[in-house]
């Protein structure tokens, strides 16, 4: 019981990890992660569309803008 | 311990090896690493850049400069383990190096390129508080040259100042040399921020001069310290563009925050003699974030690159929080759980 809680743990705590490296590979990734956790940001939205266009996936970045209008 | 150590480097080789293999430079990296002149001025060493500036021309390609970042991110959970080791005894060196190799909120400075300063002074830092706690006490002489180190590699490592007097309460050694080490840091750390003000030790693209009223910059700085205390416990929302507002609702959030965080420095002096970790580990973090509540970056407020020193600070509370809850459990059912 005690050995699985201490895995538990480390096993969650590692995929949390994980996740979070994922997520500096490239600018597309870093700033959809940062659209994720905080989608109403203005920072994390313009850089995200800006680093979609850059990486020429402008049909994702115009589909991320028209999902802002009311 | 010897297959821990091996289980570790192996868990960090299967996380950023792929990131070294294929991750480009992202945010400001394109800016600080590429962009950067190899020319290195008094300024940028006075301002606490010189180091990492020398270092970015050469280490510029990304793979190179992802592979830096993560040997030097190894050196530091080795060094860290090693102090802990020391001061606490080998469970705990072990625990906190662990708790370093583990944690989501470390992966910032370490993935992102231009973390590597940050990683820079962490080494310098625990250098420094490795020659304080030897056991030969001429060690003590090196203490402000390393600490001269970690500030010229980024300005946060004039934090290790602060921390010199925490790890000597928790060593509770006779002081004689390490006094004079101690007193030696300070003098050179004040004659270094004596050179310019404090106001100049901006971050990249922050520009000089660059203000806003004391009682905001405080605001946003308490509810960003706090937003990593709780991403600490629960690093679940991590994001390199932290939600913290400057507007009314953000000064009373930041009220009642405070009075929590009194109320936590409470706990810590209580619990000194205890649970004399839990109150270096609190004393560890603040010593770290207390500088910036003085120095205004308003464009960038406490991330979690900036909170990489404070992490040897952070495992040493959740090593105490897991001992706390280890003696209720015994007290309440007679049983321990697994104590690391």
């Known amino acids: 019981m005690r050995r699985w809680l201490l895995i538990g743990i480390l096993v969650v705590v590692g995929l949390l990890e994980w996740r979070a490296v994922r997520a500096w590979r490239s600018e597309p990734a870093l700033w959809g992660h940062a659209y994720v956790v905080a989608p109403r940001s203005p920072r994390a939205v313009s850089n995200y569309v800006k680093a979609l266009i850059a990486a020429g996936r402008d049909a994702e970045a115009d589909a991320i803008l028209n999902r802002r209008e009311p | ?340």
């Open chain 2, 1 to 340: 311990m010897r297959w821990w150590i091996v289980g570790l480097v192996a868990w960090l080789a299967l996380l950023y090896g792929p990131h070294i293999w294929s991750a480009s430079f992202v945010y400001e990296d394109h800016q600080l690493v590429q962009g950067s002149v190899p020319d290195v001025t008094v300024r940028d060493v006075m301002h606490g850049r010189g180091l990492s500036k020398a270092s970015w021309s050469v280490i510029d390609t990304p793979r190179m400069a992802h592979l830096l970042n993560v040997g030097l991110h190894l050196l530091v959970i080795g060094l860290a383990g090693w102090l802990f080791t020391r001061l606490a005894g080998r469970r705990t060196g072990c625990v906190v190096a662990t708790v370093l190799a583990l944690h989501p909120l470390t992966v910032q400075a370490v993935a992102y390129a231009a973390g590597r300063a940050e990683l820079m002074a962490a080494v310098a830092v625990l250098l420094a508080l490795l020659c304080l706690t030897a056991q030969t006490a001429w060690m003590s002489v090196y203490v402000p040259v390393l600490l001269a180190v970690a500030y010229v590699s980024k300005e946060t490592g004039i934090v290790g100042v602060g921390l010199l007097p925490v790890v000597v309460w928790l060593t509770n050694r006779a002081w004689g040399i390490r006094l004079a080490g101690l007193i030696g840091s300070g003098a050179l750390m004040y004659a270094l921020s004596q050179v310019s003000t404090l106001q100049v030790l901006v971050n990249v693209g922050e520009g000089v001069g660059f203000r806003i009223a004391a009682w905001e910059w405080v605001t946003m700085q308490g509810l960003a310290v706090w937003r990593l205390l709780i991403l600490s416990v629960a690093p679940l929302w991590l994001t390199v563009d932290p939600p913290i507002h400057r507007d009314s609702a953000s000064l009373v959030l930041f009220g009642a925050l405070g009075m929590l965080a009194m109320a936590l420095l409470e706990c810590a002096w209580r619990a000194r003699d205890r649970y004399p970790l839990f109150t270096a580990g609190i004393a560890w973090v603040g010593v770290v974030a207390a500088p910036r509540f003085v120095v205004q970056t308003p464009r960038s407020p406490f991330n979690e690159h900036q909170w990489y020193l404070a992490m040897p600070g952070v495992a040493c509370v959740l090593v105490s929080l897991w001992q706390m809850a280890d003696d209720q459990c015994a007290a309440w059912w007679g049983r321990r759980m697994c104590l690391p």
